[in-house]
């Protein structure tokens, strides 16, 4: 039998056992609220905060290890995929971008293969590239 000590921990194992990411950071949220209540001490926030941020720390390095392990032959799947589009006559004709935005939230440097695909293509362009990270 396994004991596990950290009460967010146990909390995800029980309730979160096919979340996403989304509903493991509302299970967090949940708890903080009742956390909050004046009768609970401030060392249980604190604990609850240390837990999702080693759990974050852990989520951020898992999905670098698997970033690495992306081949280049999917990689260049994707460049292929989404810059056969994006065509020389395309671009002259119809497209005609100034800016090209990518808003990526999966926390990996996968878009870093879109542009470098699409800045061969379309060499003007005004790429603008920004993630979103949510630190507590």
Do not use: A
Request: charged share 20%; proline share 4%; with cysteine.
């Amino acid at each position: 039998m396994i004991k596990i000590k950290s009460e967010f921990l146990y909390h995800l194992v029980i309730y979160c056992q096919n979340c996403n990411w989304v509903d493991i950071e509302n299970e967090y949220y949940q708890l903080l609220c009742k956390y909050t209540d004046p009768k609970n001490e401030e060392d249980k926030i604190k604990q609850l905060n240390d837990e999702f941020q080693t759990l974050q720390d852990l989520l951020q390095e898992y999905l670098l290890s698997i970033n690495r392990m992306i081949p280049v032959s999917i990689n260049n799947y994707f460049n292929n995929d989404i810059c056969e589009q994006l065509t020389e006559p395309t671009y002259i004709t119809k497209v005609k971008p100034s800016n090209i935005l990518f808003l990526n939230f999966n926390y990996t440097d996968t878009v870093e293969y879109y542009l470098n695909g699409i800045s061969r293509i379309v060499p003007m362009s005004n790429v603008i590239y920004t993630w979103s990270v949510r630190i507590i």
